[in-house]
């Protein structure tokens, strides 16, 4: 089912009551890039963590997909409702934040018919929950200074000033000719009634930049005049409505608006709500980037230090499953028993598809994807992820029963899958600093651009030592010790041949490589 703007109120207590009465979430995100910069981002769960942690800062969510699978324990039976929402940041007049967009992510999004018009005009907004929190509390923070205020002894007017001290001077210079007699206008009607016993007072007007002019002026000059300002006729006219009110009057009023303005304060979450109390399964294939992005552009930002960023993931998301990553780590004969050994989202659906156990649904409203293909949409991506999810538990062990307890899921709770990395996966869990267990490992640059695999292996192997090589560019590898005991004998041998043969690399410790490129990404 598709979200926007023109529905989300509609459907938004739905899909949240959903979330939180299923087994377990699937999810997926398509956004506006990938990768910010390159250099070296798949040496080292450090690597990969500063190239991500850049990225989510600079690129955008385009659209969620949000898959809440639902289990009927007396039939033992599986039902999902898979929500494709599309997502815009929030933004105003006063926002300057710039969304950057991947030439090759556009192009991608082009060629799977993603609807660019219904993302922009009708997306639904969001902000971080962090912001929503800091706004929240500054609107208590007011009433609570209100209602002191309203203790002691001081003139409604002194009370109306301090509830408004950011209202600004606007000279009357800003104004044009036709903009100051309609002021003059407003004024002198705003003057009359002040000294009559007419309580309320209405008028209309058409400019926008004087709507804007008279706030201020209300402000500062009846500032213990309570007011309300309103568009009107499709927004063609601004009807302002004036009202004079006892002390008592004021209080309720400003006290009721503050609070008024605190209960509808979640709307300025928009999509962010969905994660504001999640306590859920997340289930997502290949989902690292789809998990920082649901940090920093639903939560708040992520550290900058591995470490704290894998405790901030786990705080908000206690359990993952990465399809992908259960994929990768299964027996290949296991993974045979459905088809071909391929991992990829696509090809594990298709393969997983006639598997009988378990029988999953889709509910009514909702099975628009089951006759045709809808891949690289978000709600779609979920709903297999979901799929493949089950039923890949059940082919690694029949009659599997979910159970977040079960030996099988907590031997992948909590692991995402690296693509093209030196390492497999990053465990969450785990608070291990890898980087410093690289001693073995060398950056070595500057060697010929035409040298191959075995013009390598031929020059830096030493007798006895297994050494390995792998090539980042044309002139540069990174050299693995085999053993870590051989490490002093290899660089006693390959300090000789440098000043023998009067060689030019340049080499690094690989651990001195990778802080580099970290702080070429930070």
Known sequence: MNITEDNWYQYKDQI???IQESEFVAVDTE???????SRGRFLSQEMVYASHHLSTSKFSVTQLGVCPFFLDKKTNTWSCKPYNIYCFPSHSAQDRSILSFEVGSYAFLSKHNFDFNTWIKKGVHFQPIDKWNKKTQSIREEIKELKEKFKEDIPIKEIAFALNP?????PMERLNEEQKKEFERVNELVKKWKSTEEKYLEFTIKDRFLRWFLINHFYRTTPETYFQNNYIENNTLIKFELRKVTKEEFKDLQIKSLERRLEQSKDMLGVSELFLNFNKVLVGHNCLLDVFHFISSFIGPLPKDFSQGKKRILKFFPNIFDTKLIAEITDKSILGKIGKNSTGLGKLFTDLQDYKSPKITIAENFTSYLSSDNSHEAGYDAYMTGLIFLKLLQVIKPNFNFNLKNKLLLKYKNIIN?????????????????IEDLEEKFHISNIPTDW???DAKEEFEIQGIEVKTRFL???SIILTIAKEKHRKIFIENFIKKKKNQDVKYIVK??????????????
């Not at 956004?31 to 910069?37: I, S, V």
């Not at 950011?166 to 606007?170: A, D, G, H, P, V």
């Not at 690296?418 to 890898?434: P, Q, S, V």
């Not at 410790?509 to 930070?522: A, G, H, M, S, T």
């Open 16 to 18: 949240i009551t959903d």
């Open 31 to 37: 956004m506006t890039g990938l990768h910010y910069k």
């Open 166 to 170: 950011r209202r600004q001077f606007i």
């Open 418 to 434: 690296l693509m093209d990395c030196d390492y497999k996966f990053i465990n969450l869990e785990n608070e291990k600093k890898l």
């Open 452 to 454: 191959r695999y075995n």
């Open 473 to 475: 560019s044309k002139n």
């Open 509 to 522: 410790y690989y651990k001195e490589y990778l802080q580099d490129c970290i702080d070429f990404f930070n």
